[in-house]
T-cell receptor
Framework: DAGVIQSPRHEVTEMGQEVTLRCKPI?????LFWYRQTMMRGLELLIY????????DSGMPEDRFSAKMPNASFSTLKIQPSEPRDSAVYFC???????????FGSGTRLTVV | AQSVTQPDIHITVSEGASLELRCNYS??????LFWYVQSPGQGLQLLLK??????LVQGIKGFEAEFKRSQSSFNLRKPSVHWSDAAEYFC????????????FGTGTKLQVIP
C-alpha cells in the first residue's frame, strides 16, 4: 500500500489566491482527517469525514476554508482567499476505525506571501 | 475536556543509552493513548497505542510504553537508542466513548549524540 498520498508537497502562493490541497486515503479506511501543524498552535484538527460525509468541521478556522470528499479515495481542502496566517503544514490522515490510530500523509507545506 | 502534557520540549541522549519520554494526560475515564513519531519533513507515524488490557504496550522500532492509571501517565521507553531515533515524539489522548477528538501533546524533540 502506498499509504496516504498528499499533493502538492509544497505550495507557495500569493495572498488572495485560491489554494487546493489534495489527499488520497488508504483504501478501506472509512475515516479521513485534515490537520494543520504550526509552531505556535501545534497540531489542530480542522475537519473529519466518515464514509465520505463531513462529521465535525468545528476546527475549520473560518469560511475561507472548505473541504470535500466526493468519493472514498479523494478529498480536498480549499482555502479561498488565502492569507499569510494560513501558512502551515497541512496533513491528511486516514483510519480504519477512527479511534486515533491514524496513518498520516507526508503533508503539504503551504506558504502564503 | 481531555488534555495531554509532555513536560520535556527537548531531550538529548547518547547513542546506546536508554530513553524515557514523559507523557501525562487528563481525562475522567480510561482513555485511548498513543505515541507518534515525526521525522523532519514527514508526517506522523504511529509507534504504539493503548486501548485496553495489558498496560505495557509494545510498539514498532523497539519502543514500549506503560499506562499507569494512578499517575495518569503513558511514558515511552526504549532500552537502547539509535541515531535514527532522532525525531520529534508526540503523545496523544482520546476519550474512549463514541466520537471524540484526539488531542496531541506539544511534542518532545529527541537529539541523539554519538
Amino acid at each position: 500500500d502506498a499509504g496516504v498520498i498528499q499533493s502538492p508537497r509544497h505550495e507557495v502562493t500569493e495572498m488572495g489566491q485560491e489554494v487546493t490541497l489534495r489527499c488520497k486515503p488508504i483504501s478501506g479506511h472509512d475515516y479521513l482527517f485534515w490537520y494543520r501543524q504550526t509552531m505556535m498552535r501545534g497540531l489542530e484538527l480542522l475537519i473529519y469525514f466518515n464514509n465520505n460525509v463531513p462529521i465535525d468541521d468545528s476546527g475549520m478556522p473560518e469560511d475561507r476554508f472548505s473541504a470535500k470528499m466526493p468519493n472514498a479515495s479523494f478529498s480536498t481542502l480549499k482555502i479561498q482567499p488565502s492569507e499569510p496566517r494560513d501558512s502551515a503544514v497541512y496533513f491528511c490522515a486516514s483510519s480504519p476505525e477512527g479511534r486515533g490510530n491514524y496513518t498520516f500523509g507526508s503533508g503539504t507545506r503551504l506558504t502564503v506571501v | 475536556a481531555q488534555s495531554v502534557t509532555q513536560p520535556d520540549i527537548h531531550i538529548t541522549v547518547s547513542e546506546g543509552a536508554s530513553l524515557e519520554l514523559r507523557c501525562n494526560y487528563s481525562y475522567g475515564a480510561t482513555p485511548y493513548l498513543f505515541w507518534y513519531v515525526q521525522s523532519p519533513g514527514q508526517g506522523l507515524q504511529l509507534l504504539l497505542k493503548y486501548f485496553s488490557g495489558d498496560t505495557l504496550v509494545q510498539g514498532i522500532k523497539g519502543f514500549e510504553a506503560e499506562f499507569k492509571r494512578s499517575q495518569s501517565s503513558f511514558n515511552l521507553r526504549k532500552p537502547s537508542v539509535h541515531w535514527s531515533d532522532a525525531a520529534e515524539y508526540f503523545c496523544a489522548v482520546r476519550g474512549s466513548g463514541g466520537y471524540q477528538k484526539v488531542t496531541f501533546g506539544t511534542g518532545t524533540k529527541l537529539q541523539v549524540i554519538p
